[in-house]
């Protein structure tokens, strides 16, 4: 079974501070995508990629950054922490696009 | 854009019941994958299912593709089946919002 892990599994940050999220992933897969969850919602996909050193948008991209330097790490990147994006951020891959894709444990990010 | 309705929202059922989830989205899948968030907030793959019937333990999955709905069958449900069951359509996952599903002992 895939494994994903992410780093760090909570933080705090203020309004205004830059924040980065790691992604890691140790079977191989092509696609990786970030997802955040907010309370009482489903998740929402922010940047996916399909190959390192591409980054493609997702449905929210607005406010993140994505990085993928390696086929195993991918990294989501806040610039200008906001409020609105205190969230659960989950990162996932898929050894190609119409496959199943595995989840890591996620990231709870709150923004004071 | 797509979109991709669950229901009922919640469910609860006496330990040994059996449960029926359902799903239905805006636009024909070319994925469509069942996941379980526990209540501690992770996520597993339940079942990949865009068309026909699936199986796995006490698990079935039928998706009927030209009428765009998916159904989540859990048999004999056990306390540990707490949690959130989750449908997603297509290859970059567009989300329901969940069924939450409590079983009493």
């Known amino acids: 079974e895939a494994a994903v892990t992410q780093s760090p599994r909570s933080k705090v940050a203020v309004t205004g501070g830059k924040v980065t999220l790691s992604c890691h992933q140790t079977?191989?897969?092509?696609?990786m995508y970030w997802y955040r969850q907010d309370t009482g919602h489903g998740l929402r996909l922010i940047h996916y990629?399909?190959?390192?050193?591409?980054?493609e948008k997702g449905d929210i991209p607005d406010g993140y950054k994505a990085s993928r330097p390696s086929q195993e790490n991918f990294s989501l990147i806040l610039e200008l922490a906001s409020l609105s994006q205190t969230a659960v951020y989950f990162c996932?891959?898929?050894?190609?696009?119409?496959?199943?894709?595995?989840f890591g444990p996620g990231t709870r990010l709150l923004v004071l | 854009g797509q979109q991709v309705q669950q229901s009922p929202a919640s469910l609860v059922l006496q330990e040994g019941e059996n449960a029926e989830l359902q799903c239905n989205f805006s636009?024909?899948?070319?994925?469509l994958q069942w996941f379980y968030q526990s209540p501690g907030g992770s996520l597993v793959s339940l079942l990949s299912?865009?068309?026909g019937t699936k199986h796995t333990g006490r698990l079935t999955s039928t998706t009927v593709t030209k009428e765009r709905r998916s159904s989540l069958h859990i048999s004999s449900s056990q306390t540990t089946d707490s949690g959130t069951y989750l449908c997603?359509?297509?290859?970059?996952?567009?989300f329901g919002t969940g069924t939450s599903l409590l079983v009493d002992p």
């Open positions: 990629s399909y190959v390192a050193d591409s980054t």
């Open positions: 997603a359509m297509g290859y970059k996952l567009t």
């Open positions: 299912n865009p068309s």
């Open positions: 996932a891959s898929s050894d190609w696009g119409q496959d199943t894709q595995y």
């Open positions: 636009s024909t899948a070319t994925q």
């Open positions: 079977n191989n897969h092509d696609y």
